[in-house]
């Protein structure tokens, strides 16, 4: 036997009770394997990082506001005290239904395979562009810490190039900001942009107003926040212009280069001249649930996520649970919601089999309202029935955010944090980028000659995707985006 096969062997082997693999360490996985923390099972948690993100506060590592630790415990230090429960970093390359079987990699490329007795699969959710993927290299989404830092790293750069140079045209392209998807994850990451540019850096440049920025937002819709209700849409759209956006809508993002985005909009089509593009318009299911439906039989949506029973189960294979952004339930939203509850849920089904009693109902989804903050002291939320803005909004999805943190530690340094840097000092005390930081993105990004092309496309493509910078009807935004 092979150094790679025994290892292998004995990560499969561990433990001689009921064997339950959990794929993906977000909402979905991590309430799951809470859930069994004291079944009488062999839990093992696999996942591509060694930590938890809690993603509705992503943004705000992109905006130097929170450290990334405070939003990203490692999944180790999370489920230590659950002896049941062994935790892995792998990439799974092959789930295999009928061996009852997962193959994963490790980051020495060693392959790992893990036998199972019962399969949970909550393997998230990733960026969309809507069949336009050449635009990934273009407008970065935010789906990760990596991601996170890279926008930071970008934007922050940006200021930094525009202060050195002398060319207006390229101080113009430099300060101009451009945010493609104007839901919860778009409004608030232009919102920073925004604060960032009008209130935190003003007096930090000597040879740059960076009041002068120009900060886009662009929206396939007729409104901001297309999911909610106009008087929250009209509240955001008010604040939003007040803070120094610009706002375009029914504008769909048709073309795109290093240096330009190209918007379809009423008007016709303008070339928007930009350095920095962020994309949040769309998400699509995690590969997990293409992989995952070929081997049970079934379709994938236009998403690509996976249908399941009203048990989260899979068709054909009882035991095997899909739950979070990856699977299609009863047209819920792909957010954080759905997933943490239907991690939970999964959790008492697996129970309650391994113990022989009655398996709980079919899985219902309680909807806690949705919510966005827009900037410092004002944000929106529609919940239990009631509609609020401002400052009391701003308090609620507050209190909600922290409350959904791991840990008292992060919770409380989460509230230090925010007080020191939104109150007290009015600054960003996480914007730190070196000048290797910077010159990559000049590297990466060299200046064009004057006659650059742009990718264009003016009408939807030939398979009916939905065009860039539209957000799909069926994607509702809830409490908090899921990651996993």
């Not at 930094?160 to 140079?165: H, P, V």
């Not at 919510?371 to 609620?396: N, W």
């Not at 943190?405 to 109150?423: E, P, Q």
Request: glycine fraction near 10%; charged fraction near 20%; include cysteine.
């Amino acid at each position: 036997m092979t150094e790679q096969a025994a290892a292998a062997g004995a990560v499969a082997t561990t433990g001689a009770g009921h064997r339950v693999v959990v794929i993906g360490g977000g909402f979905g996985g991590l309430n799951a394997v809470r859930e069994l923390a004291d079944a009488d099972a062999d839990v093992t948690l696999v996942d591509r990082t060694n930590h938890h993100l809690f993603q509705p506060l992503l943004y705000q590592v992109a905006a130097g506001i929170l450290p990334p630790g405070l939003i990203a415990p490692a999944l180790r230090h999370i489920v230590k005290n659950q002896v049941n429960t062994h935790a892995l970093l792998a990439e799974v390359t092959n789930i295999d239904l009928a061996k009852r079987e997962v193959t994963t990699e490790a980051p020495d490329t060693r392959t790992l395979t893990l036998g199972y007795d019962t399969l949970v699969v909550a393997g998230g959710a990733t960026h969309s562009y809507f069949g336009r993927d050449e635009f990934a290299e273009f407008a970065p989404g935010m789906k990760t810490i990596e991601d996170a830092r890279y926008l930071r790293d970008r934007i922050l750069s940006a200021f930094e190039l525009a202060e050195l140079t002398t060319d207006p045209a390229e101080r113009a392209e430099l300060l101009t900001f451009v945010v493609i998807g104007a839901g919860p994850t778009g409004v608030e990451t232009v919102g920073q942009i925004a604060e960032l540019a009008h209130t935190v850096l003003p007096r930090d440049y000597r040879s740059i107003n960076t009041r002068e920025a120009r900060i886009i937002l662009l929206e396939g819709a007729g409104s901001v926040l297309p999911p909610f209700d106009k008087k929250l849409q009209a509240y955001t759209h008010r604040v939003l212009e007040r803070m120094g956006v610009e706002i375009h809508l029914n504008s769909l993002a048709v073309g795109m280069d290093d240096y330009s985005v190209t918007v379809k909009g009423p008007d016709g089509v303008e070339t928007i001249r930009c350095r920095t593009r962020i994309w949040a318009a769309g998400v699509a299911a995690s590969p997990l649930a293409t992989m995952l439906a070929e081997q049970a039989g079934v379709e994938t949506d236009r998403a690509g996520r996976i249908p399941v029973n009203p048990d989260c189960s899979v068709a054909g294979h009882p035991e095997v649970f899909a739950i979070g952004d990856m699977v299609s339930l009863n047209e819920l939203p792909g957010v954080a919601q759905p997933a943490l509850q239907e991690g939970h849920y999964v959790g008492k089904v697996i129970k309650a089999r391994l113990e022989g009693r009655p398996v709980p109902p079919p899985f219902t989804y309680f909807d806690k309202g949705s919510m966005a903050t827009i900037g410092y002291r004002a944000a929106v939320a529609d919940a239990f029935g009631v509609k609020v803005t401002g400052v009391l909004a701003y308090l609620m999805w507050a209190f909600v955010h922290v409350a959904y943190l791991i840990g008292w530690g992060n919770r409380l340094g989460t509230l230090y944090t925010w007080a020191r840097a939104l109150v007290f000092t009015k600054n960003r005390g996480h914007r730190i980028i070196t000048f290797e930081q910077a010159h990559s993105q000049v590297e990466h990004h060299p200046q064009p000659p004057a006659d650059t092309p742009v990718i264009e496309q003016t009408t939807p493509s030939a398979d009916g995707a939905v065009p860039s910078g539209a957000r799909p009807p069926e994607q509702v935004p809830t409490l908090g985006r899921e990651a996993r």
